[in-house]
């Protein structure tokens, strides 16, 4: 049986749920997997599954680059509250996104839900090409939220299960990142569409928000192909299904299955089960690894206050502060973008190297100190709308890597039972708090017109992100280049 067909017998009956549960196998499944080398196989699922951040770097990119447009807009006229309201909505919508569907994907399957919530995130983003006035625009950009959120917990941890332990630090580091691939696209959409000499001022914004949806359509026929989670498969009652995957992977990277090796790789014995009880769960996450909790929730609220109040309200500082006009936002939103892609791409193996301590106090230690000076530059007029850019070209270099490691932290810390869900809870905890705050305060703290009120900002998401370097260097984990089980044994592990 070929890795295609293998695949799609994952829809179909499993070894009966209700006989599997309480029957316990051994498996060097996890061994397999980690002993693969880079193969085609890993590329593909990368760019099926990991196209999931450049839609999101698109989505976010558009409604910053778009704010001017939407308040020239003669049909809308959104004022800059309207548009924090609206960037919060959306933000708001991710969180429950992802509490949602990360229930849902630790609970049903990765590839169910991974189908599932790119079909909400198609529908959604074209419709917010049809938004009539404030209500419409926010409800719209709410549900292509939790479309986005829902995609991260389904799509973390299938990445994390399918690729080999000693690439998992860099190849996550470099998805997450990817978001700024979309950021680019979206700034040279915004660059030609809010052209008033190419478009009508109302029309460029609505068909920027199909573009997103256009991408999702390929990436639906794309992801036709990926398996579920072998680890998945084996913990809930479908061993065969799982080794059936695994042969077919082992087929496609080298050549032939390691029937022949199975007995050299370590395995485990684990207890199948249906479900993991959410009692279990809490007990888990805030029990047993309160610590990892700790680390992973005060990443997840820095990063997420940082980047979401800077970037989000990125155009309205262009526009308002430095009188950039609204069509010429995209070209300051390129070398910023680049910046952010850059970081994860050449800081990202040394995450594998020296170790995820010592680089997640670096990246967010250095990132909090440059955003506090640079937004004391800003306070006092110093810099220009160029400087600016520069200024946050630099900052980002190294805070795109600690955001990309928050997710890699709470994705790899957690037993497999509970990994879309912890995934979901401290990126909605973490969001909740950071992310739909401070869109909301920064657009406040813009429409005051004083610089030093939104260096007061500045300075808020500085302090969280040096509190959050401290946190990470006194508990942080040392998981570079470890198996997820060597990292936190299944909860249905018998050893």
Known sequence: MDL????????????????????????????????????????????????????????????????????????????????????????????????????????????KLFFITLALYLSATAATALSWNIASYALF????????????????????????????????????????????????????????????????????????????????????????SPRWLMIHGRPDHAHEIVDGIERSVIGHDQEASRESFPKLRLKMRDHTPISEVAQTLFGTYRQRALVGLMLMVAQAFFYNAIFFTFALVLTDFYDIRADHVGWYLLPFAAGNFLGPLLLGRLFDTLGRRAMIMFTYGVSGLLLAVSGYLFSIGALSAQGQTIAWMVIFFFASPAASAAYLTVSETFPLEVRALAIAVFYAVGTGIGGVIGPALFGALIDTGSRNSVFAGYLLGAFLMIAAAIVAWRYAISAERKSLEQIARPLASME
């Open 141 to 228: 950009r709410f549900l292509t939220g939790a479309g986005i959120g829902g995609e991260y917990t389904a799509i973390n941890s299938t990445i994390q299960e399918l690729v080999p332990a000693r690439y998992r630090g860099w190849t996550d580091l470099v998805i997450n990142g990817s978001f700024w691939i979309g950021a680019a696209m979206g700034a040279v959409a915004a660059i030609v569409l809010l052209d008033p000499a190419v478009i009508g001022p109302d029309l460029g914004w609505r068909l920027a928000y199909l573009i997103g949806a256009t991408i999702g359509l390929v990436v639906l026929l794309m992801r036709m192909w990926i398996p579920e």
């Open 4 to 111: 295609q067909q293998s695949a799609a017998l994952n829809d179909g009956p499993a070894v009966s749920a209700a006989a599997a549960t309480d029957r316990i196998v051994e498996t060097s499944i996890p061994a397999r997997l980690d002993a693969l080398p880079w193969s085609g196989f890993h590329t593909r699922v990368v760019l099926a599954l990991g196209i999931t951040w450049i839609l999101d770097g698109l989505e976010v990119t558009l409604a910053g680059a778009l704010s001017g447009a939407l308040k020239q807009s003669p049909t809308l006229r959104f004022s800059n509250l309207d548009l924090g309201v609206a960037n919060s909505a959306y933000l708001a919508g991710a969180v429950l996104g992802a509490l949602g569907f990360g229930w849902l994907t630790d609970r049903i399957g990765r590839k």
